[in-house]
């Protein structure tokens, strides 16, 4: 009974953009992807609690996870694409056309 009445911080999704908050995506795996004006991408557990976050170059405007959660790929204004994997040991691939 007193695991239960434990109290949990949870931060708050909006908090973690400083700025206008432009796409999400949600994954099977229950991993929230949003991206803002402040060319941050974070993603957080189901729960609220922050799993990771990447600077990335431009403003985006769509996210979309891979089939099986491990990925994703984030287009904006700009001729690049972004591929993230949700560990951040590994550098996002990043593709450019011209």
Known sequence: ???LMK????EPILGK?????TSRAWSDQ???ALTGED???TFSDQDGNSIGQREIKFEV???KFS???AMLSAVGDVQILYFFELNE?????ELIFE
């Open 1 to 3: 009974m007193a695991d």
């Open 7 to 10: 109290v949990r911080s949870k």
């Open 17 to 21: 953009h400083s700025k206008r908050i």
């Open 30 to 32: 229950n991993v929230l």
């Open 39 to 41: 060319r941050k991408v």
């Open 61 to 63: 405007h769509s996210l």
């Open 67 to 69: 089939p099986d959660g």
């Open 89 to 93: 040991a590994v550098i996002p691939l």
